[in-house]
């Protein structure tokens, strides 16, 4: 039915509204008008009612109905108010709970969390735990540079001299295209039997280790043959080990060659397509094998460089960002006649996964002009160097340049920036086939501390962007014994499988002499290893006395997360560490950027602070006490941290020492283990029991009927004081199953929950028990058993009252099914419990309402009866006031929870809504209660989310990743004598190999099962009370489709009662708000470099030593192509019949030893 245009002086159309001025005419206040209760004097139009807002007048005969006034809709607010305090105080059964814990006192203690005490004594255990494992290296370390300082070179030693365990032999020979197998290995490689090991979650041999080479490093060569002679000898240590501390892990060490010896021995995880793991390129190696780093890399893009090259170029910056770890810095510039940063950042900034994301992506953009102009390119990266005015390493200073060719040496600008000190370190990089002179390319390099690379070709990227991490060792190993510091990483998931972990890393350095002179060797042979896994770390942590809300958390240097509750990456990424801040584990305010800099500077600290805090689900924000205690982790770089709440400052500790005297049976003969038998559950409600570790033996399930089943299976055996039983943990559990039980006797089982439209009752305790009444209830309950993985749980504790809790809905799935009457809405709220003058919260109790029922009371209370008779009814010729019953056509009544989501409402067609962001069921009314401040808006950043892969973008009809050259390029003789052609060559060579290298994701490549998902950031937005708590009166301004409304929140809930007129047109709806968690980019990274959050770095820097020889720089030779070679090549290629690429001995010259 069209609705009618509205002028001044009409009426609204229709016989159930008041005959009255559409509130848009005459002067009208603006958007987000308030209307307070009490206060400044409110605007004419309200004080006029009569006037202008509520006439009598109507057409006789008929009846006149107004919008409700303001203490009207307060009374009926507090009918809702006493009918939800007095359901919860008959059935809830708070009071009762309390007499129950008091009448058992002889059954429990209390006892104290001490914050200090507490922080101190797992700071200690985590440090011991350390401690070993360092031991563990020192031993390692010193013992594989004794063994390669007694081996002896041998140049004709042969790949049948070698026996070894190959991690990738089993893989290669089940795979009929592996090259090994082709080829015939001649490697005297084991086969091995395996045994399943849960603290590995993997097969694993102790008898041997493994050995694990990269794809493109040749096995047969003489450099590898020789590394694989002298570190066997590692493994009677590894085994030594591991019989000294059997909680050790993987024990690995890492050669700067490339081979990756492991212990225990266990094949290597071979994915699905080739395998691009590098041990030199893992975060730990990389941080154990240098000091951080100031980089600069400058990029030639002048006319010269061909498209084909400039892929190269791309690609190598990229790989060389992945050399990079959080300790450095780095920025990012291409060059012709001027240079300029590729990316918005403008200064040096810390290499990051979220700051290399931007440079790889900006990188991709360079486009090849002008001529070339080292001066510029240079010029650049030293001013970038000398600003002093921004965070940066302050250590390793280099230069990174990337060209194919020039004359120029530019020595006038080395003189004025970095001689004769030379403390920038230049490394020049020749890229792609070419006829130039590379003898200025090498002069730079020699002239300036640094290497000379070539990378002719894709396969030639990988192992020359990462070689100049040799050069930066030089220093640590001229340092010797000083320079032998156990380093701890950051967060990693583990290449093996172990999951999350951390690794202890230590740099073993060449011991031999070179030379008639004696003078020292200044190679780095590699890094030792030692995983500590995150989960061996957090059993040090208290678990269940701190209380659902109650955590330990712990911090490195800058600032990322080792363990917090919220570290739960969605998916990894094996060549990136998991790097989460502090300050976006949690919502972040000024009290934790002062915790968090107080924690990264090593001091102690106590702090009690008011901060915000989300919801286990994600849907609500909080406002909450919480106190901080911190302490160093001593040996370390990391700081602990402990939060409480005020309310678990004090827990319950069972004590039936009593019955376990009299009781010298298995515990199913206890008193109260009756009661958790499901033979009792008819009678005494339906019990789910946490799933935590009671007993070494118990055998977890996600089924809760199953995992309790296999509980009471092995009480049948245990006896009450067991050692291989966490007595807290049991103890705690038979006391709640009894409090609880006494709830059902003396509360629920008497009580007709038909009457007051009640679906469930329930009670959760801290010992880990929820017992739901009646049993039948149990078939509909979705809560998670363990109460403090349970959202109504832990809010509860936090907010006083009661918490209303609707079912979840998410706007793109359909609407709640009312069927049955299984739809329910929880009301929950804690038992505080007072001993003496200790204050404690030991359980949350509440009600599960019959959705419908509720709804149809929501009307009555929310109406103008007086008893429960028929509702009133307006008679002719009378004024009336409308309520939400009788008039539920005109007006709109809703109880929104503090989250923003639809509880109840006088509609039935919403009552399949409730769940739901009220937005999606009226945006102009959510908006105007934002807008009115009975909301706050918050808005946060998930950094661990996991988002379905892009599909790849169709760019052409030539395969992703392949050059494809002109016309013009094909009637370019130089074209066909020099670079292109033979790089074409190789990239299609190595294309059939590694599949499109320049634009595959480096994971993908490695297989691993993140493929399907891969890590992104979404946005989040929670809504929570605002400032407002009185009643207000106020109108949506939109001219003839304007609307008023009352809101006002119920005391002692978490609710909003809002009565507002139904919309009669659309012209509102233009804004809504979103609560939906959207995919983002996260915020903008060129303006949060400009306030990088605190950090330190390693307190010591190894970039110099005065005797460090600098003569080996690189040497490259310069020849041109064989025309008759080179059309060879391609008359092959045009055949398809490309020849087999022989190995590469992909390692660096200096590696005979």
Known sequence: ????????????????????????????????????????????????????????????????????????????????????????????????????????????????????????????????????????????????????????????????????????????????????????????????????????????????????????????????????????????????????????????????????????????????????????????????????????????????????????????????????????????????????????????????????????????????????????????????????????????????????????????????????????????????????????????????????????????????????????????????KEAKQVQWTNVYEDALGLGLVVTGTLPVFNLTQDGPGEKKNQLILGVMGIDVALNDIKRLTPNYTLGANGYVFAIDLNGYVLLHPNLKPQTTNFREPVTLDFLDAELEDENKEEIRRSMIDGNKGHKQIRTLVKSLDERYIDEVTRNYTWVPIRSTNYSLGLVLPPYSTFYLQANLSDQILQVKLPISKLKDFEFLLPSSFESEGHVFIAPREYCKDLNASDNNTEFLKNFIELMEKVTPDSKQCNNFLLHNLILDTGITQQLVERVWRDQDLNTYSLLAVFAATDGGITRVFPNKAAEDWTENPEPFNASFYRRSLDNHGYVFKPPHQDALLRPLELENDTVGILVSTAVELSLGRRTLRPAVVGVKLDLEAWAEKFKVLASNRTHQDQPQKCGPNSHCEMDCEVNNEDLLCVLIDDGGFLVLSNQNHQWDQVGRFFSEVDANLMLALYNNSFYTRKESYDYQAACAPQPPGNLGAAPRGVFVPTVADFLNLAWWTSAAAWSLFQQLLYGLIYHSWFQADPAEAEGSPETRESSCVMKQTQYYFGSVNSSYNAIIDCGNCSRLFHAQRLTNTNLLFVVAEKPLCSQCEAGRLLQKETHSDGPEQCELVQRPRYRRGPHICFDYNATEDTSDCGRGASFPPSLGVLVSLQLLLLLGLPPRPQPQVLVHASRRL
């Not at 032999?169 to 009929?176: Q, V």
């Not at 890399?297 to 061909?306: L, N, T």
Request: proline share 7%; glycine share 6%.
């Open 1 to 480: 039915m069209a609705v009618p245009a509205r002028t001044c002086g009409a009426s609204r159309p229709g016989p159930a509204r008041t005959a009255r001025p559409w509130p848009g005419c005459g002067p009208q206040p603006g958007p987000g008008t308030r209307r307070p209760t009490s206060g400044p004097p409110r605007p004419l139009w309200l004080l006029l009612p009569p006037l202008l807002l509520l006439p009598l007048l109507a057409a006789p005969g008929a009846s006149a109905y107004s919008f409700p006034q303001q203490h009207t809709m307060q009374h009926w607010a507090r009918r809702l108010e006493q009918e939800v305090d007095g359901v919860m105080r008959i059935f809830g059964g708070v009071q009762q709970l309390r007499e129950i814990y008091k009448d058992n006192r002889n059954l429990f203690e209390v006892q104290e969390n001490e914050p200090q005490k507490l922080v101190e004594k797992v700071a200690g255990d985590i440090e011991s735990l350390l401690d070993r494992k360092v031991q563990a290296l020192k031993r390692l370390a010193d013992a594989a540079e004794n063994f390669q300082k007694a081996h002896r070179w041998q140049d004709n030693i042969k790949e049948e001299d070698i026996v070894y365990y190959d991690a990738k032999a089993d893989a290669e020979l089940d795979d009929p295209e592996s090259e090994d197998v082709e080829r015939g290995s001649k490697a005297s490689t084991l086969r091995l039997d395996f045994i399943e090991d849960p603290n590995f979650k993997n097969k694993v041999n102790y008898s041997y280790a493994a050995v694990q080479i990269p794809t493109d490093i040749y096995k047969g060569s003489t450099v590898i043959l020789n590394e694989l002679n002298w570190t066997e000898a590692l493994e009677n240590v590894f085994m030594e080990n591991r019989r000294q501390d059997p909680t050790l892990l993987w024990q690995v060490f890492g050669s700067a060659t490339g081979v990756t010896r492991y212990y225990p021995a266990t094949p290597w995880r071979a994915p699905k397509k080739i395998d691009l793991y590098d041990v030199r390129r893992r975060p730990w190696y990389i941080q154990g094998a240098s000091s951080p780093k100031d980089m600069v890399i400058i990029v030639d893009v002048s006319g010269s460089v061909s498209g084909l090259t400039l892929k190269l170029m791309k690609t190598s910056v990229c790989e060389m960002l992945d050399t990079l770890s959080d300790d450095d810095y780095v920025n990012v510039a291409s060059f012709n006649e001027k240079a300029q940063p590729v990316s918005c950042f403008t200064h040096l900034v810390q290499a990051n996964v979220r700051n290399k994301k931007v440079f790889k992506e900006a990188v991709q953009g360079m486009v090849a002009k002008g001529t070339t102009g080292y001066k510029a390119g240079f010029e650049y990266a030293f001013d970038q160097l000398q600003n002093s005015n921004i965070t940066r390493a302050n250590c390793n200073k280099m230069i990174m340049m990337f060209t194919d060719g020039g004359e120029d040496r530019v020595q006038d600008v080395f003189e004025k920036y970095n001689w004769p000190n030379r403390t920038v370190r230049v490394f020049t990089f020749s890229v792609g086939q070419h006829n130039y002179d590379v003898t200025p390319l090498q002069w730079m390099a020699c002239a300036n501390k640094g290497y000379y690379f070539e990378i002719p070709s894709i396969g030639a990227i990988r192992i020359n962007t990462q070689e100049y991490l040799d050069v930066l060792g030089r220093p640590m190993v001229l340092a010797g």
